[in-house]
């Protein structure tokens, strides 16, 4: 009877402890972090006989291996989840692609801006329309720039919150993993405590990508590159926030890393991604950002020196300078470019141009230049021969073979086309026949009779025949004319040159000459005296407005407009150019930086590095939009695993009041059951002792 009474009594107070549990379960169901919790029961055996229930301690329904992979899966997450929250910052300040105030339309309207212009170049509404449009270029550059320079402040900022947040957390681990291994070897219950500490393990891998390993009832808290971070004492994490500039970088140049243990412990974000909020953050810090800002400032030094290789220094910095274009040294720009100060205090600059002598009123030449070449592939167009003419002594021409020729002529005033015959030849008279000496330099001279019967083409057959060539003929006005390549020498034997409109002497052979010409400014001949050097050509030539020439270094000549734009060259007489071999190419610009870029020269820009300005700035942005909508797809699949993860967990772990209600019928009836039978003890009991008689 004493073995039943035990039993009966074990089974309720192990009834009443499971009605607790469920309580608390029930009490618990939506409570973050709280877990299922189960009291296993055990039987007491004695002499090889059940004699009672004991329970064991309070135990948990969890997954290990989910929980890890749940963990995992929340570092993922939190990394492209802090990454869209910022790109979708830039996205915001971008704009709508058809909604007329990106950066790229901007540039579009600056150019249709300098197009019209164009048409009209001496309108100062016009120019004004220009001027405004180019501070709108150089403003929407700034105000992106702030913002990138900005976003960097933005995470630094939040990088040292949520190091603090961190370290509470690293804290709260270390000391309920002291508190379960105490209470642990009391046999008192811990289950509630490692809800709390599971809790505090997934807050830090929002933050970090971390493992961890359980000796016991302790847990341990690494880095993904095995740091720890908490066992039975914590480690502190420190960050130092700074003042970020666009100079600004890490390791080495202004930023803090994350050390572990002292502001001179190990940089774990030195040993690889950290994952996590703060490893996107870093990212975000270091790379993404420092990218988008090497883009631009890449765009506005070359926006700046495009212009002003065409003789516009529109964009400048606030003294109106322009960094040179190297490497490294206009780091920055993009915060600092604005309309150059001196074309706002006097616009008409921006028809005239800035460099080299003004522009006529009327001109287009400087509009011209900025619309079909700044916008452009090419800087300009340039001259430049085949032939080495850097050891050339006087003559010119000996320095070709054959020497350089060029066609003179010799013409008659005397519309002879007019007369059927000479007969009636007006200055003459009876003077016929008559003749004169024509000798075309070396070879002559020839005598030429002129008779009464003759006419104009029979005197050009005369001619032609005594020098074997085509060297005479009648114009298109009746009048003879003597083409050779050589002096024509005219002697008269009588007095029948000035009758035939022809005057008694030698014609020089003119100088090979050719045409330069700069844009629309009026051509300009060149010509090359017998006694010209090498120096004396490249003198001539730069005395043009405009040009600049000079020898390569294979003696080369090379002829390019100084301030960029169109050129035409072309021969006058003798073929100079042809026989240098000169041709007219394009010139590109100098192509866009794609690495060694930002502040400490390891920014790759990913884009194209032959492009117009307009081309680079719209695949600049593109690509942004491409990464910010690549990012947030990738978020969007992490979080919803992230859920799916969670929800498993959620089934495994959570709490289902139905099962509880289940469990608490089954409870009730064993706690009615044990009451039964302590009641009916208690009857066997009473009906004992009342066998017994009083006394």
């Not at 491409?626 to 947030?632: G, H, R, S, V, Y």
Request: net charge negative; charged share 10%.
């Amino acid at each position: 009877m004493s073995i039943a009474l035990d039993a009966a009594l074990s089974g309720l107070k192990v009834a009443q402890q499971q009605i607790n549990i469920i309580s608390a379960n029930v009490a618990n169901a939506s409570t973050p972090g709280y877990t299922e919790k189960t009291l296993p029961q055990t039987t007491q055996i004695i002499n090889g006989q059940a004699v009672a229930v004991d329970a064991t301690p309070i135990t948990r329904v969890v997954n290990e291996t989910l929980i890890r992979d749940v963990n995992q899966q929340t570092s993922v997450a939190g990394y492209a989840s802090v990454q869209q929250d910022y790109f979708q910052q830039i996205q915001n300040f971008q704009g709508s692609p058809t909604g007329g105030t990106s950066l790229p339309d901007q540039v579009t309207n600056l150019k249709n801006a300098f197009t019209q212009l164009s048409q009209s170049p001496s309108d100062p509404t016009l120019q004004s329309q220009v001027l405004t449009a180019a501070q709108q270029t150089a403003n929407q550059i700034n105000n992106f720039a702030n913002l990138l320079t900005g976003m960097r402040t933005q995470a630094e900022g939040d990088i040292s919150a949520n190091i603090k947040t961190i370290n509470s957390d690293l804290n709260a681990i270390a000391q309920l993993n002291v508190q379960i291994t105490t209470l642990a070897a009391q046999g008192q219950n811990i289950a509630d405590l490692q809800d709390q500490r599971d809790t505090a393990i997934n807050d830090v891998a929002k933050y970090l990508q971390i493992t961890t390993s359980t000796n016991g009832n302790t847990v341990t808290v690494l880095t993904s590159t095995g740091q720890v971070l908490a066992n039975d004492a914590a480690q502190t994490l420190y960050f130092t926030p700074a003042n970020i500039l666009p100079t600004s970088y890490y390791p080495g140049g202004g930023l803090s890393g994350i050390t572990i243990g002292s502001p001179t412990g190990t940089d774990i974000g030195a040993q690889g991604n950290l994952g996590g909020r703060i490893g996107g953050l870093l990212n975000l810090r270091d790379q993404a950002i420092p990218q988008y800002t090497a883009q631009l400032d890449e765009f506005s030094e070359n926006l700046a020196t495009r212009f002003q290789s065409e003789g516009l220094s529109l964009f400048t910095d606030a003294s109106g300078n322009i960094p040179p274009n190297t490497a490294g040294s206009y780091v920055g720009f993009s915060s600092l470019i604005q309309v150059n100060p001196a074309i706002l205090a006097n616009p008409t600059l921006i028809q005239q141009g800035t460099t080299g002598t003004p522009q006529p009123p009327d001109s287009s030449e400087v509009l011209n230049r900025i619309t079909q070449y700044a916008f452009g592939n090419y800087q300009s167009q340039q001259a430049t021969g085949n032939v080495n003419v850097s050891n050339v002594v006087p003559p010119f021409n000996s320095l070709f073979a054959p020497p350089l020729t060029t066609n003179n002529n010799v013409t008659g005033t005397v519309n002879l086309a007019a007369y059927p015959d000479f007969s009636t030849l007006p200055g003459d008279g009876l003077g016929l026949p008559d003749s004169f000496n024509v000798t075309l330099g070396a070879v002559g001279p020839k005598t030429i009779t002129v008779n009464t019967t003759d006419t104009a083409a029979s005197l050009v057959t005369q001619i032609n025949t005594a020098f074997g060539a085509n060297v005479a003929s009648i114009n298109n006005q009746g009048q003879l004319a003597l083409n050779y390549k050589g002096d024509i020498t005219l002697a008269d034997n009588g007095d029948v040159l000035p009758a035939l409109g022809l005057t008694a002497g030698t014609t020089t052979m003119p100088p090979p000459s050719f045409q330069v010409q700069i844009g629309t400014d009026p051509p300009v001949t060149i010509s090359i005296a017998a006694t010209d050097t090498t120096t004396n050509l490249l003198a001539k030539l730069n005395a043009v407005t405009g040009l600049t020439a000079s020898l390569n270094g294979s003696g080369f000549l090379v002829m390019t407009p100084t301030n960029g734009g169109a050129l035409s060259a072309i021969d006058v007489n003798g073929g100079p150019l042809a026989a240098m071999g000169v041709t007219i190419s394009n010139v590109a610009f100098p192509p866009f930086r794609q690495n060694n870029l930002g502040p400490n020269g390891t920014i790759s820009t990913g884009l194209l590095a032959n492009s117009t300005l307009q081309d680079y700035i719209s695949s600049s942005i593109s690509d942004q939009s491409e990464a910010a909508n690549l990012n947030k797809i990738q978020s969007e699949q992490e979080t919803s695993y992230l859920n799916t993860l969670q929800n498993q967990n959620a089934n495994i772990s959570g709490v289902s009041i139905d099962q509880e209600m289940t469990h608490l019928i089954q409870i009730q009836s064993a706690y009615t059951a044990a009451a039964k039978m302590i009641t009916a003890t208690q009857t066997l009991f009473q009906d004992l002792l009342a066998a017994f008689p009083n006394g």
